[in-house]
């Protein structure tokens, strides 16, 4: 009798062509937002040589020559610098002074001026990288006098500052990959959506519903045919939504951003695994709200709500790059991310892990499916509120 | 047979059923005539365990509907109010599916959706989408589902409602033809012309209460009005919500 019901609820949805292809919108935009995005950090990343028109290089062809090294492009200067950097020509011109050479021989500070405007932000990172430079060939130059002296450098330098710059395209790679849970799991919840709202508040709002509990039917019957309905579209979302990740992993550019990134069979079948339970789970939450719900429409708004939430753990361990730990398992969608994240970094996920999360979200769905049954004796329910 | 006997709801401070009793018999057409609100289609949600009664109690061929509601649906036809149909699907899998819930065998399911295409005259529409269907069309679905498994009493809330001169008289025509076969009817309905051509018992509701039941002749005899109309005037008090 479920898989009566079941099949009736099937057959409605894929005739519903609008929705069914809306529900397919999600998996094909994730793996191509991902492709995208990795296409644009592999610009970003590579150097490109940068231009700096200089003034008066004859009078230090020894720094020209640092410059050049360093994979800068030196530029004859433009007549009018000042107006060159503010109209944008130019991130920066170099003005070195012509006494330049004369100073430095007498061991005394070379004169050099760096033209920037600093309200232009596109230029941010050029006018750094001449700074970095200049000051890297001022301190070696610094410590070879200081030496020659017999000096130690360090006397010179105090403080030993390092930065490290976290926003390489490696970083941000890595990062990137938190967009697959994030997407693996729109995909489980989103996918199911609109079976659950139409065999729940659609089914209301139709008229049909005082129709379908006239049948000598347990309610708990129609809630698991319909809950069955509801959880096949989200799997079969999710599973298109992993074989495109699969399928575009392929495709990018991991081993030049030198990044380690696992997704073959092995890995889907595990991702899989996890992420199927947040899909019956999530079928169970959605039918539950959407009976609450006292139209199609309202229906809608909520679980468009309720389907952000799983963006907070995906955000959270964003910033927040930790390992997944067991506390995390008995969490929807946070568990989601962490076994996830895990799979494609390479680590081994055990299969305990993916039996807490199974039987976790079995026993909420439990919980969900049994107020949806006692929800459907009520006849404000069945009838609906005014 | 469909028994009610002492049925009571209320919402709030508003007794919407207040101890309504009476019989529908085997055979007969029995007319629940009153003016919107006066509690009939909550008596009927009663009947049909949708609504839980606060006291009494409604029998179903002698069954509880309380205490054995899987029972006595089986036995129990429901033309709701609410028609609600799915627009995606035709009118004959309408019928599987409700056949199919009432544990009807694929065999006799198929017999018996061909026995009411041609009771309905359904078999220009049976397998055509219900998204386009007209009104008429639409009830002719919703009473061909409520009668799929083929029960012995049958509960026609406002039945006639929105048809047009045609589809109210073939309604009419399966109606009699029902009841001649033996099956119980119970019809509810705020038309008077309607009740009193076709039933052949009146019970008549206002406001939460039976306020008169009977044959036409003895309700015509009891008021001492000649005219049908002129009676159920006099019984309800007024006209208001009848038409």
């Known amino acids: ?386 | 047979m469909i028994a009610i006997e002492g049925l009571s709801k209320r919402y709030g401070a508003v007794r919407a059923v207040n101890g309504v009793s009476f019989r529908a018999d085997d055979g007969k057409v029995t007319g629940l005539l009153g003016p919107n609100g006066a509690g009939k289609t909550t008596t009927l949600r009663m009947l049909s365990t949708l609504v839980r009664p606060d006291a009494g109690r409604a029998l179903v061929d002698g069954i509880d509907v309380t205490r054995q509601p899987h029972q006595a649906l089986a036995r129990l036809g429901v033309l709701p109010d609410g028609r609600g149909l799915y627009p995606r699907l035709t009118a004959r899998e309408h019928l599987e599916y409700f056949g199919a819930l009432h544990g009807l065998a694929p065999a006799a399911l198929r017999a018996r959706i061909d026995h009411l295409v041609q009771l309905l005259d359904m078999a220009g529409i049976v397998d055509r989408r219900v998204a386009g269907f007209s009104q008429g069309e639409r009830t002719k679905v919703a009473i061909a589902r409520a009668l799929v498994h083929d029960p012995r009493n049958v509960v026609l809330d406002e039945a006639t409602n929105g048809l047009d001169v045609m589809s109210t008289r073939a309604m009419r025509t399966v109606i009699r033809e029902l009841a001649a076969q033996g099956s119980c009817i119970l019809f509810s309905s705020h038309v008077m012309q309607e009740v009193s051509e076709l039933c052949d018992r009146i019970v008549v509701f206002a406001a939460g209460r039976v306020v008169a039941d009977g044959t036409p002749d003895a309700l015509r005899t009891a008021t001492g009005e000649s005219n049908l109309e002129e009676a159920f005037m006099k019984i309800i008090g007024s006209g208001v919500g009848l038409a």
């Not at chain 1, 040589?49 to 090294?69: H, K, M, N, Q, W």
């Not at chain 1, 008229?207 to 989200?234: C, F, Q």
């Open chain 1, 1 to 386: 009798m479920i898989g009566r019901v079941l099949r009736k609820e099937l057959i409605d949805h894929l005739r519903d062509r609008r929705s069914v292809v809306g529900s397919f919108v999600l998996p094909i935009l994730g793996p191509l937002l991902l492709l995208g995005m990795f296409q644009l950090l592999s610009d970003l990343g590579s150097d490109r040589p940068l231009e700096l028109p200089v003034v008066g290089s004859e009078f230090a062809p020894r720094l020209i020559d640092y410059l050049e090294a360093s994979g800068v492009e030196v530029q004859p200067a433009p007549l009018y610098p000042e107006d060159s950097v503010r109209r944008g020509e130019a991130a920066a011109v170099l003005v070195i002074d012509p006494t330049y050479a004369e100073r430095f021989a007498a061991g005394r500070s070379a004169p050099v001026r760096l033209i920037v405007d600093e309200s232009r932000n596109d230029a941010h990172r050029s006018v750094r990288r001449v700074e970095r430079l200049l000051v890297g060939y001022a301190q070696s130059l610094g410590a070879l006098r200081l030496m020659a002296r017999g000096i130690s450098p360090e006397v010179a330098s105090p403080l030993e500052l390092e930065e490290i710059d976290l926003s390489t395209p490696e970083k941000l790679a890595a990062n990137l990959l938190n967009v697959v849970p994030l997407f693996l799991m729109l995909a489980a919840l989103v996918g199911g959506m609109n079976v659950a709202i139409d065999t729940t508040a659609g089914e209301r709002e139709r008229g049909s519903l005082e129709a379908l509990l006239l049948n000598p039917v347990p309610r708990r019957t129609l809630v698991l045919g319909k809950w069955l309905a509801t959880s096949i579209a989200s799997l079969a979302v999710a599973t298109v939504t992993l074989l495109g990740f699969m399928l575009t992993v392929r495709f990018l550019p991991l081993e030049e951003l030198g990044m380690k990134m696992l997704l073959g069979p092995f890995e889907a079948l595990v991702l899989w695994t996890a992420i199927a339970p947040l899909a019956l789970f999530g079928s169970g939450v959605q039918m539950l709200i959407a009976t609450f719900a006292r139209s199609f429409k309202e229906a809608q708004t909520y679980l468009n709500l309720l389907n952000l939430l799983p963006m907070a753990p995906s955000m959270f361990l964003m910033f927040e790059p930790a390992r997944s730990a067991a506390w995390m398992l008995p969490l929807p969608a946070l568990a989601q991310v962490g076994t996830v994240v895990d799979v494609m970094r390479g680590e081994s996920v055990p299969a305990w892990h993916l039996g807490v999360i199974f039987g976790t979200s079995l026993a909420y769905t439990a919980l969900c499916l049994g107020a949806l049954e006692r929800l459907l004796r009520k006849e404000n329910i069945i009838f609906g509120r005014p």
